[in-house]
């Protein structure tokens, strides 16, 4: 066995004849696993919020979405569906038209989005899975709509109501001065049969109708759309998709996938989670100043037993080595119960769910090994920086003093 190695063991495992030396190293080695257990219970929160926040994407938005980069609208003919059915790695995808638009419900107004979609709409965005009321779009009905929770508060529009319709207005396209600004507006009367709850946005953004009416409504032709939007087999076949699309596809179409749809939200949420870890890790250090001075102390306890050494033919080197293995020892062993304890705290909150943001909506967590890596690499690292500065205290001086 290496014998600075041995010595460390020793001293971190026996106790000291002074009691002050045992309590500052079990404080240093308390610190190490309160640090470990809040840097990776947070990291795990944050995880779990972040997974729980994408789910909503998940339900509005698809894997990847074709758009024209010239106008709004683009023509779809069968040649284009024909090349689409033949990419490998696509399971289904849909036609929508999507255009802002003046709602009109019991004399209160506002402005938001019309979005027409397809039957096949669901076999791409499980959106139906996210109302709250009524029925999703059905093919026997006409005329009919589901809106978003927060554009029904701001109507206070409820559903199947036959007294009073939704109005929908529209712009009329290529008008110049008119007498009557009424004549300046497509406008038809819609039913509203349900109404969907997923995130602020969303729900204050889109009205959805049947794709017929929108493009009706928009005066588009039959194979004029806004977009399509594609479900592919797996996560991980979406940039073989994509990079197939972009060489089927002219240049004039914009590819893009979910993260890119929402960019911004992504870097939110990804600028978020490196302050956390930059507050817990500052956090951490502060603790690891513990470790510091535990070993410092432990120096000065050991200074005869340092004497003895040196004259046994130990190096400086050597003995440094020993105090440096003896902080790292400390770190390693903290780190591991600091995981062991947080480990057990997040599956408890998986399986019991012992924390609650609201009565049926448990605090989300998630243990990922991304996670565990972050926390092992960061409490080793700056468990060793600790232990090295401590040990550079040593010196020919300190130890014949």
Same mark, same amino acid.
Do not use: C
């Given at each position: 066995?290496?014998?600075?190695?041995? *010595?460390?063991?020793?001293?971190?495992?026996?106790?000291?004849?002074?009691?002050?030396?045992?309590?500052?190293?079990?404080?240093?080695?308390?610190?190490?696993?309160?640090?470990?257990?809040? =840097?990776?219970?947070?990291?795990?929160?944050?995880?779990?919020?972040?997974?729980?926040?994408?789910?909503?994407?998940?339900?509005?938005? @698809?894997?990847?979405?074709?758009?024209?980069?010239?106008?709004?609208?683009?023509?779809?003919?069968?040649?284009?569906?024909?090349?689409?059915?033949?990419?490998?790695?696509?399971?289904?995808?849909?036609?929508?038209?999507?255009?802002?638009?003046?709602?009109?419900?019991?004399?209160?107004?506002?402005?938001?989005?019309?979005?027409?979609?397809?039957?096949?709409?669901?076999?791409?965005?499980?959106?139906?899975?996210?109302? $709250?009321?009524?029925?999703?779009?059905?093919?026997?009905?006409?005329?009919?709509?589901?809106?978003?929770?927060?554009?029904?508060?701001?109507?206070?529009?409820?559903?199947?109501?036959?007294?009073? @319709?939704?109005?929908?207005?529209? @712009?009329?396209?290529?008008?110049?001065?008119?007498? /009557?600004?009424?004549?300046?507006?497509?406008?038809?009367?819609?039913?509203? $049969?349900?109404?969907?709850?997923?995130?602020?946005?969303?729900?204050?953004?889109?009205?959805?109708? /049947?794709?017929?009416?929108?493009?009706?409504?928009?005066?588009?032709?039959? /194979?004029?759309?806004?977009?399509?939007?594609?479900?592919?087999?797996? /996560?991980?076949?979406? @940039?073989?998709?994509?990079?197939?699309?972009?060489?089927?596809?002219?240049?004039?179409?914009?590819?893009?996938?979910?993260?890119?749809?929402?960019?911004?939200?992504?870097?939110?949420?990804?600028?978020?989670?490196?302050?956390?870890?930059? !507050?817990?890790?500052?956090?951490?250090?502060?603790?690891?100043? +513990?470790?510091?001075?535990?070993?410092?102390?432990?120096?000065?306890?050991?200074?005869?037993?340092?004497?003895?050494?040196?004259? =046994?033919?130990?190096? !400086?080197?050597?003995?440094?080595?020993?105090?440096?293995?003896?902080?790292?020892?400390?770190?390693?062993?903290?780190?591991? $119960?600091?995981?062991?304890?947080?480990?057990?705290?997040?599956?408890?909150?998986?399986?019991?769910?012992?924390?609650?943001?609201?009565?049926?909506?448990?605090?989300?967590?998630?243990?990922?090994?991304? +996670? =565990?890596?972050?926390?092992?690499?960061?409490?080793?690292?700056?468990?060793?920086?600790?232990?090295?500065?401590?040990?550079?205290?040593?010196?020919?001086?300190? *130890?014949?003093?």
């Amino acid at each position: 066995m290496n014998f600075p190695f041995y *010595i460390a063991k020793r001293y971190l495992f026996s106790k000291s004849s002074n009691n002050t030396i045992n309590i500052i190293t079990f404080i240093a080695f308390l610190g190490v696993v309160i640090g470990t257990l809040s =840097l990776f219970i947070v990291l795990s929160g944050f995880s779990g919020l972040k997974t729980f926040s994408v789910s909503f994407l998940n339900i509005s938005d @698809p894997d990847l979405k074709i758009t024209s980069i010239e106008g709004k609208t683009f023509e779809f003919p069968k040649s284009f569906q024909k090349n689409l059915e033949e990419i490998k790695g696509i399971a289904s995808f849909t036609k929508v038209v999507e255009e802002r638009a003046f709602f009109s419900y019991h004399n209160k107004e506002i402005v938001a989005y019309i979005k027409g979609v397809d039957s096949n709409y669901l076999s791409v965005n499980k959106i139906d899975t996210a109302l $709250i009321a009524g029925n999703w779009l059905q093919s026997n009905l006409e005329n009919v709509t589901v809106v978003g929770n927060g554009i029904s508060r701001k109507l206070s529009l409820g559903i199947y109501d036959f007294l009073e @319709p939704l109005k929908i207005y529209v @712009p009329k396209a290529g008008l110049g001065y008119l007498e /009557d600004p009424r004549e300046g507006f497509n406008m038809i009367q819609t039913q509203n $049969i349900g109404i969907y709850a997923l995130t602020e946005d969303v729900d204050n953004k889109y009205v959805f109708t /049947d794709i017929k009416i929108a493009q009706n409504l928009l005066s588009y032709t039959d /194979d004029q759309i806004s977009a399509i939007e594609i479900k592919v087999i797996s /996560d991980d076949f979406i @940039p073989i998709v994509k990079s197939n699309l972009e060489k089927i596809l002219e240049k004039n179409y914009r590819i893009e996938t979910r993260e890119q749809l929402n960019a911004l939200f992504y870097k939110m949420l990804n600028t978020e989670n490196l302050v956390l870890y930059f !507050i817990f890790t500052l956090v951490l250090i502060i603790a690891l100043f +513990n470790v510091i001075g535990a070993i410092i102390m432990m120096i000065l306890d050991k200074k005869e037993n340092l004497k003895t050494l040196s004259n =046994l033919g130990l190096t !400086i080197s050597e003995i440094r080595q020993i105090f440096v293995l003896h902080g790292f020892l400390l770190t390693i062993f903290g780190l591991l $119960i600091g995981l062991i304890i947080g480990s057990i705290l997040i599956y408890l909150q998986i399986e019991f769910q012992l924390f609650m943001i609201t009565k049926s909506l448990p605090y989300p967590v998630e243990f990922t090994f991304v +996670n =565990l890596g972050i926390v092992i690499v960061t409490i080793v690292v700056l468990g060793f920086l600790a232990s090295l500065i401590a040990s550079s205290r040593i010196s020919a001086k300190v *130890i014949h003093l």
